[in-house]
């Protein structure tokens, strides 16, 4: 294979030169961070140091991160939390989120209305954005969370979050947002966003797999939700995994540090990207958001092509990206995230997902343009329905 | 990138790699092909779709081209079917199965086998046009099952042993033993008309 170029930044990142050193430089860390000896302290340590860095990179206090396995983990979590609250009697019994979340929110939601509880959906606009209108309607003073995510990982259009904040804080319900998606590439406060609840992981932001962060306000509720230990206050139990949090508060680091240029330099690629594509396929449809957009985040459906064929002819040619298409995922189903968009059936089947990070190129984006358009020639010329 | 200690194998075998790179009696645009018959099974809104066109010359299945809007799998079973149709007598060709072109193919995952390996119902309906198109009588028809949901893969036949069997009374029972009816949805109507039917002639109504 000659060429190698890698667009799934949003299914996952390569881990950024500094974190790899930094987790290098302390591989002798092995030592239990709950432990009184030094070797312990040094651990503990470093795991204080990250929980700072993750803190700051989202405006908040350090005694309000939670160290988790990573975001499908935290948002679990904050179903839990609520679930526990219903079940304690609560006054409010309703949650509030949307169609278009992570499948961590998505099938929690399958799970916890098959056991009777209460939840609505907002609907989305077709640049797959959560209606204002829909969410004022769905208010109430039984409503006990909303949960919206800040950007979406498949259209990366980037969701009002704080205006939604605004509507559930007025009716007195708990704000959670999962802001996986968004973190090193917007700039995201939990004070601006009005958030109680705020999920993340790593990997997303050229950290390590596997650690991600659970934001939760001094203010708003938490149950223990691991049980077994004392670690994060007794709320999460079990040792820490000092390497990889360490790494994930280097990444955190320079994505505060990095988040400006980060956006212009994936926004300039985007746009480089999306132009090429427009201006050498002809019958291409550009989904998401085009202003409230997530910067390295470009979805392109392409009638009569099936995502399948085009993801893997790609494939072939060294460069990989993702589909919305039912093939990839081995349901029948196209992305659940593009029909709550109404985008129609096919188009969905014919979605291409291209995520940048900080490690494309100008030179990356110019081979998918000159890639592209002979493989969307050819699957079209193969299709029952051709253009 | 590329320097690990790990590398798979490609998502599919090589053989379906090959139809995928290069498919076998593709329809290209603007060839001179006049079939005898066509047939189109699947739906855009499946997510995969096929056309085939015949050429029949002493009973025997002389060429044959295609069209595929589908996964890799549908493109390289439709090709592999086309390679194993042309030659065959129609009778053969009525009887190919799905079974047939995946194990040519080298093997195909499970979730694929359903719903990307419908070159064989094309070719049956391009069969049946054919027949039907020279007013020959079709002696092959009644005898296979015809699939009903081409999402789930779910047939008259399965839908009539449940029915005989008391098993289904209902679409939903029919949704939740087979399946059909749970993607696309666009069989519904055609679902309960086969389930009205066996009914009514399993005295089960």
């Known amino acids: 294979m000659n060429r190698f170029i890698y667009l799934d930044n949003n299914a996952t990142t390569q881990m950024a030169a500094e974190v790899e050193s930094i987790m290098r430089d302390n591989e002798s860390l092995y030592g239990n961070a709950s432990s009184m000896h030094a070797m312990g302290r040094n651990a503990g340590a470093g795991v204080d140091w990250a929980r700072q860095m993750c803190a700051q990179l989202i405006d908040a206090d350090k005694e309000e991160v939670y160290f988790t396995s990573g975001a499908s983990e935290s948002n679990n979590t904050v179903f839990n939390i609520a679930r526990e609250l219903i079940d304690s009697g609560s006054k409010r019994t309703r949650i509030v989120t949307s169609a278009i979340e992570h499948p961590s929110i998505i099938e929690t939601v399958k799970y916890l209305r098959s056991k009777g509880y209460r939840i609505d959906e907002a609907e989305v606009d077709s640049t797959g954005m959560v209606r204002l209108d829909s969410i004022r309607k769905l208010m109430g003073d039984d409503v006990l969370l909303v949960s919206i995510m800040t950007g979406n990982n498949e259209t990366g259009t980037i969701q009002p979050v704080a205006e939604i904040s605004r509507l559930a804080h007025e009716c007195g319900a708990l704000m959670h947002t999962d802001a996986t998606q968004a973190i090193g590439k917007i700039p995201v406060s939990v004070k601006q966003l009005g958030a109680d609840y705020l999920s993340m992981s790593a990997h997303k932001f050229y950290g390590p797999k596997g650690v991600g962060v659970l934001y939760v306000r001094k203010s708003a509720p938490v149950f223990p939700f691991v049980h077994g230990g004392h670690q994060e206050k007794g709320y999460r139990a079990g040792t820490y995994n000092n390497l990889a949090i360490v790494g994930m508060g280097e990444a955190a680091r320079l994505a505060a540090q990095d988040v400006q240029k980060e956006h212009d330099y994936l926004w300039s690629l985007r746009e480089r990207l999306r132009k090429g594509i427009v201006e050498n396929i002809p019958d291409v449809i550009i989904n998401g958001n085009q202003e409230h957009c997530l910067p390295g985040t470009l979805n392109v459906s392409f009638p009569s092509a099936e995502g399948e064929s085009i993801l893997l002819y790609l494939d072939l040619e060294g460069i990989e990206v993702s589909t919305g298409s039912a093939c990839a995922t081995g349901s029948l189903e196209p992305s659940y995230v593009l029909l709550a968009s109404g985008l129609d059936v096919e188009l969905a089947h014919g979605s291409i997902r291209f995520s940048l990070g900080r490690y494309n190129t100008q030179e990356d984006v110019d081979y998918v343009i000159e890639k592209l358009p002979p493989i969307i020639a050819r699957v079209r010329s193969m299709s029952t329905r051709k253009v | ?205």
């Open chain 2, 1 to 205: 990138m590329q320097n690990n200690s790990f590398m798979a194998q490609w998502v599919y075998t090589d053989t379906v790699k090959d139809h995928f790179m290069n498919p076998r009696n593709l329809w290209k645009e603007g060839e001179d092909f006049q079939p005898d018959g066509v047939g189109e099974v699947g739906s855009l809104a499946c997510g995969d779709q096929m056309r085939v066109g015949i050429k029949v010359r002493d009973g025997k299945i002389s060429d044959l081209r295609w069209l595929t809007y589908g996964c890799a799998s549908a493109i390289a079973s439709t090709s592999m079917m086309s390679e194993l149709a042309v030659g065959m007598s129609l009778e053969e060709a009525y009887h190919l199965t799905p079974q047939m072109i995946t194990s040519a193919l080298g093997g195909l995952p499970e979730h694929k086998f359903h719903c990307s390996v419908l070159g064989d119902k094309a070719l049956r309906a391009a069969i049946d046009d054919y027949l039907e198109k020279n007013g020959l009588p079709n002696p092959y028809k009644t005898k296979v099952a015809k699939i009903i949901c081409e999402c789930k893969g779910v047939t008259d036949v399965q839908i009539e042993e449940l029915v005989k069997e008391g098993k289904a009374l209902t679409f939903e029972d029919l949704s939740r033993l087979t399946g059909c009816s749970t993607a696309c949805g666009k069989c519904r109507n055609r679902i309960i008309e086969a389930l009205e039917d066996f009914k009514h002639i399993y005295g089960k109504d």
